[in-house]
Structures are given as structure tokens and as C-alpha cells.
């Protein structure tokens, strides 16, 4: 009898042990895998349409890429504070709601990159204690608008221990003065892929650590002082410059020149001239003695001597004109020069009657009595 109960409890535990295996295993969400051993959830391409509510809680890692979430709220993640890593890839997101990352309290690393965002709350990206060290929005932000939320979510975010920061491929033209000033921490900035033309002083104010910028792939022509000064305000950074189209005519000499003698590291090989044509593609380094003296017969230099040439030419026109509107005029005296003789003894003696007419009044003006005669008839 008491063999038979024993029996029946044994037959429990493990009939209960063999059905809580598989419930540990149902813990994972609906189209994710979990794995346990590398404390790792995945949910790709599974068409999801929410952030997972039922991440299990030993997870350090979480991919969710290629479905179709729209939107990440405050309520998105739970309380997951072991969490360090988060990639949400590709999951068309327009919008990062007010803290929305807020509960993942170890948050080391956000991927955000390849979405649509639209809207972006001022304090989307807070997190206690910011422990957020790298985000990546490559390819996410959907127009000139997501960027004016983004600088402001940056400025809000408190985002004090981010390292690392990928805006590449974004399509930006220009990045607002002091978008990066409250990151003073930050190592790497990437902004390959993008369309911008031009560096500003104040487009880098506040970043002082700056180990790598990728300028990579955008749009620069050239730079200019204010640029280079920015950029070497930066110090001994590593700065990556290919893929640019560079103009190479008189006005890329400061470059050339800050090339030279500036203390970062730039990626000299790889910078080429996109034109004038003779110079296409071009090493920008191998050119420079030429372009330093501006030597090359480039299009602005024969532009400023054909306007020089011009200038000249008015010039000597205008003496011709001169010279010979002067040899009229004495021809004329000439001709004249018995009338003039005439003429000149009649204003000789016009000039001496005037003369003695003014010696007259001054005599009578210099006459004290008549003086005194003139003030008491005035009075
Ligand atoms: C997070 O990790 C700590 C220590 O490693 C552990 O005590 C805690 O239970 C973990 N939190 C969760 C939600 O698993
Ligand atoms: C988590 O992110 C860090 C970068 O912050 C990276 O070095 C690490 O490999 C990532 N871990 C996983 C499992 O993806
Ligand atoms: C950001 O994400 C893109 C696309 O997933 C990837 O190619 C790129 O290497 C990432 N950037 C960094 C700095 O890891
Ligand atoms: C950016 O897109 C949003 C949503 O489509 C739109 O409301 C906003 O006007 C756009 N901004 C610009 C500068 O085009
Ligand atoms: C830039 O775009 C090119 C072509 O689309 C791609 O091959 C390259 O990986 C991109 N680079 C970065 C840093 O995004
Ligand atoms: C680069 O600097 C060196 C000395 O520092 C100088 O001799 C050389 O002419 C410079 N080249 C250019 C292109 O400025």
C-alpha cells in the first residue's frame, strides 16, 4: 500500500517534470526562437506586427528584423533590465514614442536601422542612467523632418555614454549646427552614404573624443576654411573623405594644403577628382603641387585672365580717348591764338578795373569815422 502511493508520486514528479520541460520552452513568443544557452530571443521575418510581449527574462539579446512593426511605445518592452543588445532592423517603425526604451535598463546596444521614422519623441531615446553606447540609424530616417526630431531626441535623450552613432545613407543635405553637442562621449560617427555639401564651424561643437568620422560617399565639392578649421578642431582623428566628388580647380587648394599639414588621418589615397574633365578621377593628392600653384590649366583660372584681359583692354581705350579729345582741344587754341591774345588783354584789363573798384571799398570800409557814421544811422 505504501509502495503503491510511493509509486504514484514518483510517476507525478515525473509526469510533471516531462510537462514543465516543454512550458519552459513555450515561454518563448509566438515566431521567435529562444536560446537559452546564448541568452538570445530572435523573431525574423515573421511578420509581427507588435514588439513580443512575452520575452523571456533571462534574454540579453533581442533580434527582432524584417517584420512589420509601425510603432514603438513606452509599453513595447517590459521590464527587462538583463537585456544589452536589441536589433530592430527593417521593421518599417515610423515612430519612437516617449521612452521607449526606457525599461531596458542595460540597453548597451540599439539597432534601429533600415526603418521609416517619421516621428520621433524628444525623449524616444531616454533611459535612466543612459547606458546606450551605440545606435545605429543607418538608412532609417525618412525625411528633412525625422532629422530635426532626431537632433532633438539627442539633445533630450541624455545620451551621455553613446560611443558610437551611424546616420549613414540617410539622405542628409545638411546637419543642424550642435546636433552632436550632448554627446560628449562620442568615438565613431558615421555619415557615409549621404548628400551632404558642406562642413560649418559648429557642426561638431561638444565632441571632443572623436576617434573616427566616415564622410564617405556624399556630396563635397571641396571644403572650405570655416570647414577645415572644424575639422581639425578635432584633432588626430581618423577621417574618411572617399567617394566624394571633388572639383579640382584653384579652389581646392586650402584642402590640398590642410591635407598636408593637418593632424588627421585621412584616407588620401582613396580622394579623386570628379573633375574639370582632364583631371577625372585623378588622385587629389597626386595633383597638389599642380593645383597648389594652380598651375592647371583649370576653368575658373582661364575665366579670372580672360576678366584681367578685359579690364586691360578698357583701359587703353579709355587713354586713346583721352589723348585725343586733349590734341582737339589744343588744335582749337592754336587756331585761335589771335583771338585768344585779344581776349586775354580784355580780361587783363576787366581783372584790373575789378581790382581797383575793390581797393576803393577798401579804403572807405577801413575808415574808422565813416564806420562810426554807418552804425549810428543802423541804430
Ligand atoms: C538579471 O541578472 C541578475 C544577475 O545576473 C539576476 O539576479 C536577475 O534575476 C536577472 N533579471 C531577470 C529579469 O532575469
Ligand atoms: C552586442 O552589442 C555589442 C556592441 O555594443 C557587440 O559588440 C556585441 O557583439 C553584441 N552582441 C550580440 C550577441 O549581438
Ligand atoms: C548599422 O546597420 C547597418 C545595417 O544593418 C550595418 O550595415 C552597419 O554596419 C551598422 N553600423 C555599425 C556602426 O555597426
Ligand atoms: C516628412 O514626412 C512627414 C510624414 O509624411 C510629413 O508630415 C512632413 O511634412 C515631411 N517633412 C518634409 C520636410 O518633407
Ligand atoms: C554606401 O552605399 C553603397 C552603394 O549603395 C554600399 O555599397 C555601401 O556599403 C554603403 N556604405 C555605407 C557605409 O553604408
Ligand atoms: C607638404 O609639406 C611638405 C613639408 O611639410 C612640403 O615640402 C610640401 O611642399 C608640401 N606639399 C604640399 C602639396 O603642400
Not at 117 to 135: C, K
Not at 257 to 262: A, G, I, R
Request: one cysteine or more; proline letters at 4%; charged letters at 15%.
Amino acid at each position: 500500500r505504501y509502495g503503491y502511493e510511493m509509486c504514484v508520486f514518483v510517476l507525478r514528479v515525473f509526469l510533471a517534470t516531462l510537462l514543465c520541460a516543454p512550458c519552459w520552452c513555450l515561454e518563448c513568443p509566438d515566431g521567435c526562437e529562444c536560446f537559452v544557452s546564448t541568452r538570445t530571443v530572435t523573431c525574423i521575418s515573421t511578420d509581427l506586427r507588435a514588439v513580443p510581449q512575452s520575452v523571456p527574462g533571462y534574454a540579453r539579446t533581442v533580434i527582432i528584423t524584417g517584420n512589420r512593426i509601425h510603432r514603438i511605445g513606452p509599453d513595447s518592452f517590459a521590464e527587462l533590465t538583463n537585456v544589452t543588445n536589441v536589433s530592430l532592423g527593417n521593421n518599417r517603425i515610423t515612430a519612437l514614442d516617449s521612452h521607449s526604451f526606457s525599461p531596458l535598463l542595460s540597453l548597451h546596444f540599439l539597432d534601429l536601422s533600415g526603418n521609416r521614422l517619421t516621428l520621433i519623441h524628444p525623449e524616444a531615446l531616454s533611459i535612466p542612467a543612459s547606458p546606450l553606447q551605440d545606435l545605429n540609424l543607418s538608412r532609417s530616417l525618412y525625411n528633412a523632418t525625422s532629422l530635426t526630431d532626431l537632433a532633438t531626441a539627442l539633445r533630450w535623450g541624455g545620451l551621455r555614454g553613446l560611443l558610437r552613432l551611424d546616420l549613414s545613407g540617410n539622405r542628409l543635405a545638411l546637419l543642424p549646427p550642435g546636433m552632436f553637442s550632448h554627446l560628449p562621449n562620442l568615438r565613431q560617427l558615421f555619415l557615409a552614404n549621404n548628400s551632404l555639401v558642406a562642413i560649418y564651424g559648429g557642426t561638431f561643437s561638444g565632441v571632443s573624443h572623436l576617434q573616427m568620422l566616415d564622410l564617405t560617399g556624399n556630396a563635397f565639392t571641396a571644403f572650405r576654411t570655416d570647414a577645415l578649421q572644424e575639422l581639425e578642431r578635432l584633432g588626430s582623428v581618423q577621417v574618411l573623405l572617399g567617394q566624394n566628388p571633388y572639383a579640382c580647380s584653384c579652389e581646392i587648394r586650402n584642402f590640398v594644403v590642410w591635407l598636408n599639414e593637418s593632424r588627421a588621418q585621412v584616407d588620401v589615397d582613396a580622394l579623386r577628382c570628379a573633375s574639370p574633365k582632364e583631371l577625372s578621377n585623378s588622385r587629389l593628392w597626386g595633383i597638389s603641387t599642380l593645383a597648389v600653384g594652380c598651375a592647371v590649366p583649370v576653368q575658373a583660372q582661364a575665366e579670372a585672365g580672360a576678366g584681367d584681359l578685359t579690364l586691360q583692354t578698357s583701359y587703353v581705350f579709355l587713354g586713346l580717348v583721352l589723348g585725343f579729345v586733349g590734341m582737339v582741344f589744343l588744335f582749337v587754341l592754336y587756331l585761335n591764338r589771335h583771338g585768344m591774345k585779344k581776349w586775354i588783354i580784355e580780361m587783363r584789363d576787366a581783372c584790373r578795373d575789378v581790382m581797383e573798384g575793390y581797393h576803393y571799398r577798401f579804403e572807405i570800409d577801413s575808415d574808422p569815422r565813416l564806420g562810426r557814421i554807418s552804425v549810428q544811422n543802423g541804430g
